[in-house]
């Protein structure tokens, strides 16, 4: 299969795996460790065949990938990723020295890779990660990748078409571009953050809406107070500068306890669930500063009319 793959016009590369990067549906891997000293975590294996990282763009940091002829004769060798080689000292290391994992026959380290993301939980992602050879990668469920020129969308067809061809009785689903793939693993998450920065744009607007209907109010309540202090001589630009003044010190003493409680609710958070992150000082500092700007031009829009005020009849109303 992979032959006539590899035969085929625009196709650069093909090679075969048991799970594409962010499609690892259960855990495949062990104890490994170098030389029979164990790793401090366990590793996800991939069964691969020849030109995997060529065909995924996968970046070789040191040594080579695996050979037909070390895939056809199953040969005791391995490669591993950055993280796990680093584990043990250099990453360069690495190369030549023996994978171990319990009693089992070690295997031989040729390459070390950059480590590609096989997992959507974050606690997993691009963790230990081993590569060894296989003739027949995932078994009864093997997944093929193909490296084309020009748009990959163009040869999905063909590509399905060319191995339905070797065995018409095997079904060739999924195929896919990475890239729809990609789409599709993250279509969720992208959904969820619109929705949060949505609900939290919602939130602002009905806390603007509230501070601005309330400091209004709370002006207009005061419209005997301030008649007394214009009677008393103060003048109107004085009396709204410190009614101004009054009304930062409310909002700022209701904004230090809703820092302190949203800095404690983000740590809970933290604590519960895996990648949720407090909210920063700078963000803090901002939003306060906001509301605080809202609520002076709340305030001095709604004591913009003081100068118009009819003394007389303002004493005369209470």
Same mark, same amino acid.
């Given at each position: 299969?992979?032959?006539?793959?590899?035969?085929?016009?625009?196709? #650069?590369?093909?090679?075969?795996?048991?799970?594409?990067?962010?499609?690892?549906?259960?855990?495949?891997?062990?104890?490994?460790?170098?030389?029979?000293?164990? =790793?401090?975590?366990?590793?996800?294996?991939? /069964?691969?065949?020849?030109?995997?990282?060529?065909?995924?763009?996968?970046?070789?940091?040191?040594?080579?990938?695996?050979?037909? =002829?070390?895939?056809?004769?199953?040969?005791?060798?391995? *490669?591993?990723?950055? #993280?796990?080689?680093?584990? &043990?000292?250099?990453?360069?290391?690495?190369?030549?020295?023996?994978?171990?994992?319990?009693?089992?026959?070690?295997?031989?380290?040729?390459?070390?890779?950059?480590?590609?993301?096989?997992?959507?939980?974050?606690?997993?992602?691009?963790?230990?990660?081993?590569?060894?050879?296989?003739?027949? /990668?995932?078994?009864? !469920?093997?997944?093929?990748?193909? #490296?084309?020129?020009?748009?990959?969308?163009?040869?999905?067809?063909?590509?399905?078409?060319?191995?339905?061809?070797?065995?018409?009785?095997?079904?060739?689903?999924? $195929?896919?571009?990475?890239?729809?793939? %990609?789409?599709?693993?993250?279509?969720?998450?992208? &959904?969820?953050?619109?929705?949060? +920065? &949505?609900?939290?744009? !919602?939130?602002?607007?009905?806390?603007?809406?509230?501070?601005?209907?309330?400091?209004?109010?709370?002006?207009?309540?005061?419209?005997?107070?301030?008649?007394?202090?214009?009677?008393?001589?103060?003048? /109107?630009?004085?009396?709204?500068?410190?009614?101004?003044?009054?009304?930062? %010190?409310?909002? *700022? $003493?209701?904004?230090?306890?809703?820092?302190?409680?949203?800095? &404690?609710?983000?740590?809970?958070?933290?604590?519960?669930?895996?990648?949720?992150?407090?909210?920063?000082?700078?963000?803090?500092?901002?939003?306060?500063?906001?509301?605080?700007?809202? =609520?002076?031009?709340?305030? +001095?829009?709604?004591?913009? #009319?003081?100068?118009?005020?009819?003394?007389?009849?303002?004493?005369?109303?209470?």
């Amino acid at each position: 299969m992979l032959d006539r793959l590899r035969r085929l016009p625009g196709v #650069r590369a093909a090679s075969a795996t048991e799970f594409l990067p962010l499609y690892a549906s259960a855990f495949v891997g062990g104890p490994f460790g170098l030389d029979g000293h164990p =790793a401090a975590r366990n590793s996800t294996m991939i /069964p691969v065949m020849s030109d995997y990282f060529r065909t995924m763009d996968g970046k070789i940091l040191y040594g080579r990938e695996f050979t037909d =002829a070390e895939i056809r004769s199953g040969a005791r060798v391995a *490669m591993v990723n950055e #993280r796990f080689a680093g584990a &043990f000292g250099k990453a360069e290391d690495a190369v030549g020295h023996q994978l171990t994992i319990g009693h089992a026959s070690p295997r031989k380290i040729i390459g070390v890779v950059k480590g590609m993301d096989y997992e959507t939980d974050p606690t997993l992602a691009i963790g230990n990660q081993v590569f060894v050879p296989s003739g027949t /990668p995932g078994s009864f !469920f093997s997944t093929f990748v193909a #490296r084309v020129d020009g748009q990959a969308e163009d040869h999905l067809a063909e590509i399905r078409s060319v191995i339905q061809s070797v065995d018409p009785q095997v079904p060739a689903f999924g $195929a896919k571009t990475m890239a729809q793939r %990609l789409d599709a693993v993250f279509a969720g998450p992208r &959904f969820y953050r619109t929705a949060v +920065w &949505f609900f939290a744009g !919602f939130a602002l607007l009905l806390a603007v809406i509230g501070i601005y209907g309330i400091v209004s109010y709370a002006v207009v309540q005061r419209t005997h107070e301030m008649g007394v202090r214009l009677a008393l001589g103060t003048t /109107p630009v004085r009396l709204q500068r410190v009614i101004v003044r009054q009304g930062l %010190l409310i909002v *700022m $003493a209701g904004a230090i306890p809703g820092i302190a409680g949203a800095q &404690f609710t983000g740590r809970l958070l933290h604590s519960l669930i895996e990648g949720a992150k407090p909210i920063g000082m700078g963000i803090s500092a901002a939003l306060v500063l906001f509301m605080c700007l809202v =609520a002076a031009v709340s305030i +001095w829009s709604a004591s913009r #009319r003081i100068a118009k005020f009819d003394i007389i009849a303002i004493l005369r109303s209470e």
